[in-house]
């Protein structure tokens, strides 16, 4: 704890704060990191990407709510016209990032798994 | 239906379960989570039919379900994970310096409620729960006689071979020992000065059953009992002390009235050997002595004699059943060996049961009178704490607007209300460990355990605690409130002001005027018996009494013509002292019947007068024990008895006729018919004429008759008159010094002692229901003036929130009086709801204080409409005060305005 609290205020460490990411965040990032979505569009990048890992619609909306909170994506309204009510949510520059590094960690941990024979290894 | 209809149907659905969700969350999230939903909907639909769209439905319901609680609990949950307390305190702190007035009523509120009940918690903790500092004290029981059926006492001691029989028991009952009280004189010198002294005669194992063993030196051994014991003494440690506290005392000897006695032990402070009433005075023995007999050669049918308190101690965890089982057993065996006696009744109560049981219905009323206190508090803090939450109803708005989120305003008001309990809990522990002090002041000599009342760390710990929980309850009213409004209703609202915290307070004064009334009319039901119990007559004229013990040991005054000749001389100094009116001595005094002047100077006996018109000729129900207290001649024109018929005892004695005064209750009960006066009543062998009547003095409690009373004249029976009265004109404390000097002059070896007057002896009596009174109407004082501060605050509200409408009904040919009956009505049938609702408790209440009450129905309909019409008139007034400003306002600036 304490060490958190000495290094607090690094970038690195302000990005390693959100880690790890549950993994309908890391599918939210995903699909806005494509460009921007109403929330329907996220579940069905979601769908289309991985039928298995569908959350919820309550369980994304909510994690849509807290990213918004934390600065991870962010909302405006939609501005076509007669689907005002709608909310259209676009990654940010930190959200970015942090869908970036926790790619990366899942990345150095598969590759872990790899090696300790947790999984096979990637044909080359 | 057509795929239409249900995917309207479904989307009719998905909005319903919209609700779960928090207003906040639904007006930003909530048309999202219906288009998903209907867009899953149509697909599920098209692919896969009917069936699976119901399936739809459920997923969506329990995915509603457990979203919508989980977003709900989430301002707690994320505060508790990631919330900053040091920045919430630092903001409650501001606001609340802000607002000093509020802060500084709001916490003497408190700190004055709690203090109070921090007081009554103390009491009830020490006296009711607290265990006695004694080995598992919870296996020592009291082993009683109960002789109510021949008109006895039910709580009577024991003969000594029925202690000896308990002791050779041994099934649960481990060990027993019998105990009685006496009064010698102490000296360090054969010649020293004598202190008066309360000795507990014992069997030896006392300090083995009840597990404590002295400080200093030894306990007695198992032989050091009967005839031949050695002549040991253990001495307590306030005598110790009073000695000079030398631990070489151990060894040496102390004189006990005349006779040689080796010291063998001292008892720590904390052995406080708590005493039931039959044994003695309220205070702890000062020597302990065993018994220079041996209980079972005790004479087992004299009734006079029955004068042991037995002590058990039973297996640990033997169950009171089982223990009553074994009691029965044993009151078995005494039958058996005095076939010819009446049969005995054994019964056993567990020690703190028996101690606490005069004072249990004060302490439970007033602890429940404490929890009532302090739900009436928390009411009224949530009400103040409401009002600030509506007062700040557009911060909040505007607050939430800027991105602060619900858990912001829960936080702001849950942790002022925690700050405010809190330090209201503090203040009232400092309160309380005053008051406490100030009831053992109070309290009544023989409050059991009197000496133990102090606050302590874990009562200050309770009642801090309770403070911070009563803080945070109230708070959670008034911050449920401000949340679940919605920003768009928030912000609507903040326009007309606040209508639903209006409700709520609405409630909130409901509920403070039904806990009101319950208070108020057990204030009122106590206050009342108290007055009752001023003007009941004592039988006796307390002013100007002085009253002493001049204890005459029987060593002394080998001789009875010594001990009346030194009574005479007595008799003779304090009749010539100046002011003084008459003298008079008694072996019992009035409102004193648990002294030990009566189990060793004062006795019952059966009294019989055969052929008097009041038989019924049924041997066992025409003899009635009654108290028999001798007394010298001119004791009841001191005392101011009331003379019914007939004369008292007269100075000029007759050596042939034993003379007698009845009470009025044997009077009544012998000779419903004709005159007492010249019948005759056989006494030990000899013939009592009686010569007069009085109305009975009080001895025990000073609102009933105790048993009926048999006055013989002392100089007929007993040598040794241990209480002596002298009715003066004069401050009866200016005579103490000139008693003294009387006493010393006729024979310095004799202590006077107890010098109190009879005023106080009186006062003393009246201490308990003094202070049951004047803590509950406290309480129900303070509660009455909670709930006029709740409607004045709520009405004042109400006319600044409706100033508009109540100018518009102005402007519309209303009157002025109108207008405020209108407002005044709005708070009277707040009252008249909140009477209503708090019958039931008022009722519950009447019947839980019952004991306490002294000549007045717990129903009476007197008391309790006179408390209500108090309560309306006060709360009446609180509403009219406020409601007049109805009276000045002018509809015209504000139509002009509108």
Partial sequence: MRDAYTHMGTDRDRIEQYLPLRPVEFHILLSLAAGERHGYGIIQDIEARDDSAVPDVGTMYRALARMVDSGLIGAVRSTDPGDERRNVYRITERGLRVAKAEARRLYALTRAARVGGLLEKKAT | MTHDQFLRLSERWFRLLLRTYPADFRDEMGAGIVEAYCGRARVTLKRNGVMSLAWLWCSALADALRNGCGERLRPAVSWRRRGDWGRDFEFARRRLLRSRAFVAATLGTLAVGLGAFAVVYTAVEKVLVAPMPYHEPDNLYFVWRDQSASGGLSRNTLAGPDVADLQHARDVIEDAVGMQLSVPTLSVRRDGEPLQTLMLLTSPQLFDLVGVAPILGRGFAAHEVGPDRPAVVVLSYAIWKRLGGDPSIVGSQVWLSESPYTVIGVMGPDFRFVRHSNLGPPQEPDVYLPFPFHLADQHPLNPN?????????????????????AVDAVARVVNERTPQAAPAKLYATRLQDDLVAPVRPALMTLGLAAVVLILVLTVNLSSLLLARAAERDREFAVSRALGANGSAVVRATVIEGG?????????????????????????????????????????????????LALGVIAAVIPAVWALRASLASLLATSVRGAGGSQRLRRGIVVAQVALTLILLSAGGLVARSFERLLAVDPGFRPAGLLTFRVAMDPRLF????????????VEAALGALPGVRSVGATAALPLSSSG????????????????????????????????????????????????????????????????????????????????????????????????????????????????????????????????????????????VPAVRRAIRQIDPRIPVSSVQTMEEIVDDALRQPRISAVLIGGFALGALLLVAMGLFGMISGSVVRRHGELAVRLALGASHQRTLRLVVGEGALLVVIGMVIAIPGVYAAGGLIRGLLVNVSPWDPITLSAVACGLVLVTMAACYVPARRVLRIDPAPLLRQE
Avoid: C
């Fill in chain 2, 305 to 325: 004699l029955t004068t042991f308190a037995a002590l058990v101690r039973v297996r640990s965890g033997t169950s009171p059943e089982r223990v009553a089982a």
């Fill in chain 2, 419 to 467: 700050v405010l309990g809190l330090i209201g809990g503090v203040a009232g522990a400092l309160l309380g460990s005053w008051g406490a002090r100030l009831l053992v002041e109070l309290a009544p000599l023989d409050l059991p355990r009197r000496n133990e009342i102090a606050l302590e760390w874990s009562a200050a710990a309770v009642v801090i605690s309770v403070g």
């Fill in chain 2, 558 to 569: 080998p001789k009875r013509e010594d001990a009346f000749a030194f009574q005479d001389r």
């Fill in chain 2, 596 to 735: 030990p002047q009566n189990s060793i100077w004062g006795w019952q006996e059966a009294v019989a007068i055969p052929g008097a018109p009041g038989n019924i000729g049924d041997a066992q129900r025409d003899s009635l024990v009654a108290q028999i207290i001798a007394a010298r001649a001119g004791y009841a024109e001191s005392m101011g008895l009331r003379l019914l018929a007939g004369r008292t005892f007269e100075r000029r004695r007759s050596e042939t006729v034993q003379e007698a005064v009845i009470d009025e209750q044997l009077a009544s009960r012998f000779f419903p018919t004709g005159t007492p006066i010249g019948a005759a009543i056989p006494f030990r062998g000899k013939s009592l004429r009686i010569v007069g009547v009085v109305k009975q003095p009080r001895l025990s409690a000073l609102h009933e008759d105790g048993r009926p009373q048999l006055f013989i004249r002392a100089e007929d029976w007993v040598g040794f008159m241990p209480v002596w009265v002298i009715k003066t004109d004069e401050d009866p404390h200016a005579l």
